[in-house]
């Protein structure tokens, strides 16, 4: 009995050992960086899908920028018109969606995956439509506007991304919490800001 309950023991530490030592390869193969890189961070037109931008469709992370449009000519009918045609009480807004499920492709070496994701995020901004109409100082301050309010969305863009892409580096095991968690985190980043005003988005 003795002998058998050894065997046993050893087979268990055996198996055990080789998961650890396959667990281990697994991830070493895959090698994702804890940081998710944004050098191939890009944005989708209307009507295209969100492309691969990572790892064989397997992690996917685009925006896409749609306009409202500004028609003012002084900064008060500007201000006036950012004010009451933005989304909501902003002028500018990023609402992403967070998509998983089982991986449709290999990975380089057909390694085994746990999950799929993507990112998309739909970014509103304003535009200009006459801009030809501004003098050159309003034309200088509505540019540096853009230029920083566009920026600011783009950033909840990557918050949303790194919590993604830390999900998806460890298994996906719990999705909905890092939902709430770029939530949180895109929420504290207006706090913080001040929804961009601190960023350079003022008019």
């Not at 895959?30 to 940081?35: G, K, N």
């Not at 085994?112 to 050159?136: A, F």
């Not at 600011?152 to 968690?181: L, M, S, Y």
Request: aromatic residues 12%.
């Amino acid at each position: 009995m003795k002998i058998r309950l050894l065997s046993a023991v050893c087979l268990f530490i055996i198996l055990l050992l080789v998961s650890l030592a396959w667990l281990k390869n697994k991830n070493d193969a895959l090698a994702f960086p804890e940081e998710f890189t944004f050098d191939n961070l890009f944005e989708y037109k209307n009507g295209y899908v969100c492309q691969d931008t990572n790892y064989n469709s397997v992690f996917v992370a685009c925006y896409n920028i749609t306009y409202y449009e500004v028609l003012g000519t002084s900064k008060p009918e500007i201000i006036s018109q950012l004010n009451t045609e933005g989304p909501g009480r902003f002028w500018g807004a990023a609402t992403t969606e967070l998509f998983w499920g089982s991986p449709t492709t290999e990975l380089k070496g057909k390694e085994d995956l746990d999950c799929s994701m993507g990112v998309k995020t739909v970014i509103i901004l304003p535009k200009h439509k006459s801009l030809d109409k501004l003098s050159s100082d309003l034309k200088h301050d509505w540019q540096t506007m853009i230029n920083a309010l566009t920026m600011h969305e783009i950033n909840h863009h990557k918050i949303a991304t790194q919590v993604a892409w830390d999900e998806f580096r460890n298994g996906c095991p719990n999705v909905p919490k890092a939902v709430e968690k770029f939530n949180d985190l895109n929420t504290a980043y207006d706090t913080e800001t001040l929804n961009g005003y601190y960023e350079g988005v003022k008019f």
